[in-house]
């Protein structure tokens, strides 16, 4: 008897914020040492779409699209910079700006086409 009014406590959805019962709760873990509560009904929102019996893959964006190579020669970091923002050009590992350059060459494809081999 003491095991049926424990499960028809109310607690409330960290997600949705609504009052729902012990049963349908799943706890889901945040960070290392903390834990979400989370209902069936925002579960199931995560769920797989299917389409014509084959689950959608969410399309992906190309992040990359518009942002420009940049190399930092004070301390030869290269990272990408989008440059419509209105933010100031500098180097996000050393937080300079004044030996920025603007660079064509991406990933390791430089250095295979330069090599030798």
């Known amino acids: 008897m003491k095991n049926t009014v424990d499960l028809d406590r109310m607690i409330i959805c960290d997600k949705c914020r609504k009052s729902v019962s012990v049963r349908t709760v799943r706890y889901v873990p945040v960070s290392y040492d903390k834990l979400m509560v989370v209902c069936a009904a925002c ?47 500098q180097c996000p590992y050393c937080g300079k700006g004044d030996k920025i350059k603007k660079t064509k060459e991406t990933g390791t494809e430089h250095l295979i086409a330069k090599s030798d081999f």
């Open 43 to 89: 579960r199931g929102k995560n769920e797989v779409k299917v389409k014509d019996g084959k689950p959608v893959k969410p399309t992906e964006k190309n992040k990359d699209i518009s942002k420009e190579d940049y190399f930092c020669s004070r301390c030869n970091y290269r990272f990408k910079f989008k440059p419509s923002l209105t933010a100031k050009l």
